[in-house]
Each structure stands twice: as C-alpha cells, then as structure tokens.
C-alpha cells in the first residue's frame, strides 16, 4: 500500500515502516509489481535509515512490469534481470526472501528453481519461497528440488483470512509437512474485515477502484460477505475486541501460520493492528467463527488469488466450445 497504489507520501510511507520496526516488527515483504516499482524504492529508502541485518527482506517476481510481454512470469531470463531490478530499487545487497509471486502455467518448474538456486549461491537471495501455489505445485517444486539437488521453496505467501479458508484444506498441511514458513496476505480480507464494510457504508478505496468485481454488492458472493461481516462484528463486540483484532488474531491461532502480513496505509492503520499478536481466542470464539465461516472455505470464489487456466480457459475445460 505504499506508492500509487496507496500512500503517496514517500515520506509519511517511511515512517510508518520505522515505526513497525520500533514496534518489534522484523519482517517487510513487498513486491517489484506493487505501484510499478515503487514500493520498492520506498523500502529501500527506509531500510537506509535502519541496521540492514535487523531486518527480514522480502520482495517477489512475476507479474507484468512495463509494457515488454517478456517481463513477466517465472523464467530464467526474467528472474535473473528482475532480481537485479529490484536489488537496485531496494538499494540493498543482498534479498532475504525472494518469492515467487504467482504460478506460471508456461514455465517448467525446473527452470524456474535452477534460477533460484543460482542466485542463492551467488549472494543475491538468502532463500526463496512460492506465493498462492496450489498444494500440488508446491508438492511437484519440493519434488523437483530434490530430484536435480536445487535449493527449494522455504516459505509459502497464501492468502487466508475468516473470509477466505479454502487453503486450510491441502496447503497448509502441505506446508508443514515440508517445514515450510506460511506468511498469509491479506488477513483483512482486503479491507472487508476492516470495519469498512456493513450498513450504511461505502468503500471508497484505491483497491476496490483496481478490483471491483471483489467490492460489487450486487454479485452474490459480495452480499454472503457483507452478511458474514455483520456476524464477524457482533461477535468481536461480545469477545470485547475489534473486529481487526479478531481477524489477525484468527490467523495467528493456526499453527501452520508464521506470521500474516499487514497492510497499512497510513499510522492510524498500522496502530489498529499492532495491538494483534497479544490477543488470544478462546476456543469459543473460534468455534463461533466457524459455524460463521465453516473451515476450509471461501465466502467467494474469486477470492483464492489465482485460478488455473483448466478452470478458467473455457477451451482446456470443453470439448466443444462456442
């Protein structure tokens, strides 16, 4: 949420990553895709100002940078330049965590992890990790990692919040059976379980003009939200919490979880959310959250971060086809 797609305000954005830091957070995960490249360079010039081995740094590569077709996806080319782009933007030495964003249905797996693998042994990255891998991708790249001896995936990115469980069925059991980290997006649910949804208000946000299919009351999937929601805040209101709280403290109770990742846009954001890690469900509440949203599924479909082309491609799904 720092740049374009958010705070402007390098500056302000500085701060609020300084003030994290002062609050015993030690990792920040960013994106070379996220306003174009310029979260990234507001990263890098808040890490300028701290002790850079304080700090966990995670960035990921695939998704369309500029309007070159080839600068995209999970090839050896384009991770090797894009890694050295964002090294540069990042004004850093060396990633921490290098992710790959998103599956690439084009790419032998293979390739992409002899990459990897090359930049880890070259000082570049320390580890890499998967971003919303289905379970069976992340089983064929730990497979595949063993097979040619490569380095493999260490950390998987879901997303995973109240609204969205779908991966609680096969991805992480998977991560654990792999001793994998598991650091979710968007445990807000992209603000649905921010408080800014329910009777009477109207989101307004940057998100929801980049993505409105994910905020149109009028599509089925968005009004089970909205009902959930009004649960989910009622139920918050009787535990003595806000509803913030109940949500990143939902995905802090699962043990396959490392940590979520938050996504503050400005201070008031980030200290609604710090107050989280010292909040524990009772069992109770959990139990409520459940018969709510049941384990293991998402309120909307369109909500599970990626989709592959055998669902989405009406031609790799039907013999005959208009």
Known sequence: MFGAWGNTDHDDSV?????????????????????????????????????RSSVVLATKVHGQMG?????????????????????????????????IHR?????????TLGALSDLVHQGKIRYFGSST??????????????????????????PYSIL??????DVLPTAQTYGMGVIPWSPLAGGWLAG???????????????LPDRYDMTIPGNQRKLVAVDQLSALADEAGITLIELALAFVLEHPAVTAPIIGPRTMKHLDSQLTAPNIHLEASVLDRIDEIVPPGTNVRRGDGGWEPSVLSNMRRRRRHHS
Do not use: M
């Open 196 to 210: 800014k949804f329910g009777e009477g208000k109207k989101n307004t946000s940057r998100r929801a003009a980049r």
């Open 164 to 169: 969205v469980r779908s991966i609680e069925r």
């Open 15 to 51: 701060k609020i990553i300084h003030k994290a830091l002062d609050a015993g957070i030690n990792f920040i995960d960013t994106a070379d895709v996220y306003s174009e490249g310029e979260s990234e360079e507001i990263v890098g010039k808040a890490l300028a100002k701290v002790e």
């Open 103 to 111: 599956p690439d249905e084009t790419t032998d797996i293979e390739e």
């Open 67 to 99: 309007e070159n077709p080839l600068n995209a996806g999970n090839s050896r080319r384009w991770i090797i330049a894009e890694c050295e782009n964002s090294l540069r933007r990042l004004d850093t030495d060396y990633i921490d965590l290098y992710q």
């Open 133 to 158: 891998f289905p379970a069976e991708q992340i089983v064929a790249a730990q497979w595949a990692s063993e097979k040619r001896g490569y380095e493999r995936f260490r950390t998987e990115q879901p």
